[in-house]
């Protein structure tokens, strides 16, 4: 089974960055997808960045084009999400997520939660003065 852990999260000023990571233990050979998601409070889960198995495909949501950049380190079987030029609205609970048996996934990924099952527990980000 995989097991995902998010870590990096925390306190930033407007304008600061940060560097979310997942690192992926268990059958981290299996899955399809990885994917980046967030929950603010009293909003809809919304699907940030993902990364297609094959390492082809690269998916982002328009509001963190050019801001945020996801990357994997697959000898520490680790993925990344660089996040620059933060924004309050950006504060949320991040997610990482991997889609363990959408292969259409190993392609193309996909930004909406319903593939992806196997979640992490998520961490927190705050973009505040």
């Known amino acids: 089974q995989l097991q995902l852990v998010e870590s990096g999260g925390g306190l930033v000023q407007p304008g600061g960055s940060l560097r979310l990571s997942c690192a992926a233990s268990g059958f981290t050979s299996d899955y399809y997808a990885i994917g980046w998601f967030r929950q603010a409070p009293g909003k809809e889960q919304e699907g940030v960045s993902c990364?297609?198995?094959?390492?082809?495909?690269?998916n982002y949501l328009d509001s963190v084009k050019g801001r945020f950049t996801i990357s994997r380190d697959s000898a520490k079987n680790t993925v990344y999400l660089q996040m620059n030029s933060l924004k309050p609205e950006d504060t949320a609970v991040y997610y990482c997520a991997a889609a363990l048996r959408s292969s259409a996934l190993f392609r193309r990924c996909v930004l909406f939660p319903a593939p992806y099952d196997s979640w992490g527990q998520g961490t927190q980000v705050t973009v505040s003065s």
């Open positions: 990364f297609s198995g094959s390492g082809g495909s690269t």
